[in-house]
């Protein structure tokens, strides 16, 4: 149990393009979700908190206008990157937490050419 | 602010050694603490957990020590092997929401 899963996988986009960025928790609801973003060799850094029917919570220096997030169902969280640049592109991944711990996506591999 | 770091960057083993990966943390605020591990280009996998009323937990071939003390964080994986190896993250749970601030990272490889 405690699935969570992210779609797509990975994603090559042009500069200018908006990408979108699901994750779905499989066998549980959950109210909150989180999102990172992860460069090579380093670790997961905290973007957002996402909140099923509110506003998502965004770290400091998190452009918000710039990585949306809509929680509209206790089993989907979207991230969208608007107008994405190379500077964006990065590996991208949810969790979700349940009373047996936080949980995490497969992950997302964004490439802006 | 808040951090959760790691000492050692990589970490080189033989099969069938101990190895023991450390992290530090510098907010005391955080009731929970997690090792994860993740394997190139995957998402971070659950290992093992400990609350902060606690010292020691263990699971199967993991160890993880916590000293609230002096803010220090250990796990320790007995005889170590080839599939072990990967990136290893603490992470500490703020009360804020419920949200984990990783650390560093340390990558553990094995000698075969």
């Known amino acids: 149990g405690a699935v969570v899963s992210q779609h797509p996988s990975w994603v090559i986009c042009k500069s200018g393009t908006s990408v979108k960025i699901e994750c779905r928790s499989l066998d549980f609801q959950a109210t909150t979700m989180f999102w990172y973003r992860q460069f090579p060799k380093q670790s997961l850094m905290l973007m957002a908190t996402?909140?099923?029917?509110?506003?998502?919570?965004?770290e400091q220096g998190v452009e918000k206008d710039k990585f949306l997030i809509n929680h509209a169902s206790l089993t989907l969280s979207t991230l969208t990157v608007t107008s994405a640049h190379p500077e964006d592109s990065s590996f991208y991944i949810c969790?979700?937490?349940?009373?047996?711990?936080?949980?995490f996506g497969q992950g997302t591999r964004l490439t802006v050419v | 602010g808040e951090s959760v770091g790691l000492h050692l960057p990589t970490l080189s083993v033989q099969e069938g050694d101990n190895s023991i990966i450390n992290c530090a943390y510098s907010n005391s605020a955080s009731d929970y603490f997690i090792w994860y591990k993740q394997e190139s280009g995957k998402g971070p996998q659950f290992i093992i957990d400990i609350r902060s009323n606690m010292d020691k937990r263990q699971g199967q071939r993991v160890t993880v020590l916590l000293n609230k003390t002096v803010k220090h964080l250990s796990l320790q994986i007995a005889a170590t092997q080839p599939g072990d190896s990967a990136v290893y993250f603490c992470a500490g749970r703020y009360n804020q929401g419920g949200k984990l601030i990783f650390g560093q990272g340390t990558e553990l490889s094995v000698k075969p």
């Open positions: 996402s909140n099923e029917g509110s506003k998502a919570t965004y």
């Open positions: 969790s979700a937490t349940t009373g047996r711990g936080a949980f």
